[in-house]
């Protein structure tokens, strides 16, 4: 195998299970997956760590096994960050650069950023990412890319995506107490969009919603930009949850109701019984419609706030491309016809696609934020020069990726 690979791990760390997906990237950026492996996670709270052990443990136990399919040793990895703080802010920026004949370069670029988030981002929240959606020089606006352009003042608008101080470090603790780096903080829905959507979507206007255990994500694009980030911290085990309270049944019984038996299409004539058991002996018989209206009153609820948010965006049916779910929520069968009467949008269900290697294993609405943080990872460990565009700062010099040990490399070698 070309020596030159390098190996990226993408980390997802959910309230409900925790997920890796490891991949290899060769000189010319295709990325090979070669690892992944789920497991159930511990200690997470509505996306956020409540203690360290908890999901410490559940990190290392789970990429026992994605690392030896790898034949990897995972040291650092980039890490879905989730919880309701996660929040997008739009801002803008002014500087002046000099005369008119003076040509726009990346320390002014990084100047009109660092003015454009300094005092607009409160003190104890930690910036993750800098979107910036246009410039304007002299006032002309407009412009997606101002380096080498000339002007003497230089405006920025951006969208700037930040999560709470103590929710980042707490993260970054809890998967370094499990041995791993946590070398980017990414939001799960941003993750995940990176592997389920494509570059038209993005351009022409789409947005990709997570439904997940404790939390639904919703990230926003539109000409090619990250324009919106929000969390509602209510997911597919709120669903669970009403079930066991209003049918007075234990919490695994309620999610193989869930699981098995309800379906997003809440018009089609269906067996008013559900039943559960072997008949004559521990069956047990459930009323559908008491099950539906459940099921429906929680689900109206959580997308009924990704309308909201989608609202105060200003994107509620504004997105040509419609909304792509992801997510193990995104499971539950014709979700996607609840999803399109509700935001009264397209809907489909998105999986990571695109990838070699073993990818068809994880080619799963689930799988796609940690095979998003992967493809993110992989591209920042390709990128070597500068290119023109001064985007987000996900092109970054590399530190990542560190190359696989001695003996790993032999094993790797045989494939
Ligand atoms: N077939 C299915 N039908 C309905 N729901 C399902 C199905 N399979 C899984 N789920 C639900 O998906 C949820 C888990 O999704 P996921 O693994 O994306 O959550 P998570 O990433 O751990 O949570 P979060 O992102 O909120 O922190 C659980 O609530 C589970 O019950
Ligand atoms: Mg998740």
Redesign the pocket.
């Given at each position: 195998m070309d020596n030159d690979n390098r190996f990226v791990t993408g980390l997802?760390?959910?309230?409900?299970?925790?997920?890796a997906v490891i991949a290899s990237v060769n000189k010319s950026g295709e990325i090979a997956i070669v690892g992944y492996n789920?497991g159930k996670?511990a200690g997470?709270r509505?996306?956020v760590p409540a203690n360290l052990a908890g999901p410490a443990g559940s990190i290392d136990q789970m990429l026992g096994d994605a690392e030896r399919m790898g034949g990897y040793d995972v040291r650092s990895a980039y890490v879905?960050i989730?919880g309701s703080t996660v929040i997008s802010t739009h801002t803008e920026g002014m500087i002046a650069v000099g005369t008119v004949e003076h040509e726009i370069n990346d320390e002014d670029l990084d100047r009109v950023e660092g003015v454009a988030v300094s005092g607009r981002i409160p003190a104890n929240r930690d910036v993750l990412d800098v979107v910036p959606l246009e410039y304007a020089l002299d006032g002309q606006g407009g412009i997606k890319d101002p380096l080498g352009m000339s002007g003497a003042r230089l405006e920025m608008r951006a969208n700037v995506i930040s999560a709470l101080t103590p929710n980042c470090e707490n993260l970054k603790k809890a998967t370094s107490a499990a041995d791993v780096h946590a070398e980017r903080l990414i939001p799960?829905v941003v993750a995940a969009a990176k592997a389920v959507l494509t570059e038209r979507q993005k351009e022409n206007g789409v947005a990709v919603v997570?439904?997940?255990?404790?939390?639904?994500?919703v990230a926003v694009y539109e000409e090619g930009d990250l324009q919106y980030v929000g969390v509602v911290p209510a997911?597919?085990?709120n669903?669970?949850n009403d079930l066991a309270i209003v049918l007075a049944i234990d919490p695994g019984l309620a999610?193989e109701i869930?699981?098995?038996f309800?379906t997003g299409n809440f018009d089609t004539d269906k067996s008013p019984v559900i039943k559960i058991g072997r008949e004559g002996k521990d069956e047990r018989v459930f009323d559908r419609k008491e099950v539906e209206e459940v099921v429906k009153a929680r689900l109206d609820e959580i997308f009924g706030e990704i309308r909201k948010k989608l609202k105060s965006a200003k994107y509620d049916q504004r997105l040509p491309e419609g909304i792509v779910l992801?997510?193990?929520?995104?499971?539950?069968?014709d979700?996607d016809l609840f999803a399109k009467k509700s935001l009264e949008a397209a809907v489909k269900i998105g999986t990571p696609k695109g990838l070699g290697g073993v990818s068809d294993a994880i080619e799963k609405?689930?799988f796609a934020?940690a095979a998003g943080l992967a493809m993110l990872a992989a591209e920042s460990a390709q990128y070597t020069a500068p290119t023109s565009k001064k985007s987000s700062k996900s092109a970054k010099t590399p530190k990542s990726g560190s190359g696989p040990v001695g003996l790993i490399k032999k094993i790797f070698s045989k494939f």
């Open positions: 997802d760390v959910g309230t409900e299970n925790v997920r789920e996670s997470m509505k996306g879905s989730n799960s997570d439904f997940g255990a404790a939390t639904t994500s997911g597919s085990n669903i669970t999610e869930k699981t098995r309800v992801v997510g193990g929520g995104a499971k539950m069968r979700i609405p689930e934020a």
